[in-house]
T-cell receptor
């Protein structure tokens, strides 16, 4: 079974631009979560989607948004990029029900904002 | 708010020596506990988890962890490490609610020397 895939793997953007990152979960997984990893703040939860609905949201500004499609694929969007948005963005998928709570992570998208 | 503390930012150890990576969490309610490993330029891989039951949990690659409710700790151990265990290790919790939101510690870099 294929793992979580994220595209693109690397991205360089300029301040003020916007960016869209994509995540394809493991087949059959319906929950997708996004995390931001930076050297200064570590790993921080962005949001979680299940059945196309945002179920949970972390403490990030409204410039960070996401969505989930009917095939469980998810995208996250960051508008008006700032230098501090440079990070590794990780996507994780989970199989419902919640009895296992296991999340499977993709390799991440490394975003560099210049 | 829920938090996770990893007391050591880096742990150097010689090959074949035992190792313990420390993790403490703050919570007055039930939590689910996890250890993840991150190799360079990769996503996170689940090592082991504690949901309930036996407090000694065995995971992949010879790792194990012990849940101690009175000390709110979940330390990770391996009796004999290999060079290939060199990586970043993250302790994480999911609060006892209905979400999949992982709250991570700051990570411990395990450096195995020959």
């Amino acid at each position: 079974k294929a793992g979580v895939t994220q595209t693109p793997r690397y991205l360089i953007k300029t301040r003020g631009q916007q960016v869209t990152l994509s995540c394809s979960p493991i087949s059959g997984h319906r929950s997708v979560s996004w995390y931001q990893q930076t050297p200064g703040q570590g790993l921080q939860f962005l949001f979680e989607y299940f059945s196309e609905t945002q179920r949970n949201k972390g403490n990030f500004p409204g410039r960070f948004s996401g969505r989930q499609f009917s095939n469980s694929r998810s995208e996250m969007n960051v508008s008006t990029l700032e230098l501090g948005d440079s990070a590794l963005y990780l996507c994780a998928s989970s199989l419902e029900p919640q009895s296992s709570y296991e999340q499977y992570f993709g390799p991440g998208t490394r975003l560099t904002v210049t | 708010a829920q938090s996770v503390t990893q007391l050591d930012s880096q742990v150097p150890v010689f090959e074949e020596a035992p190792v313990e990576l420390r993790c403490n969490y703050s919570s007055s309610v039930s939590v689910y506990l996890f250890w993840y490993v991150q190799y360079p330029n990769q996503g996170l891989q689940l090592l082991l988890k504690y949901l309930s039951g036996s407090t000694l949990v065995k995971g992949i690659n010879g790792f194990e962890a012990e849940f101690n409710k009175s000390q709110t700790s979940f330390h990770l151990r391996k009796p004999s490490v290999h060079i290939s265990d060199t990586a970043e290790y993250f302790c994480a919790v999911i609060p006892g609610d209905s979400s999949y939101k992982l709250i991570f510690g700051s990570g411990t870099r395990l450096l195995v020397r020959p």
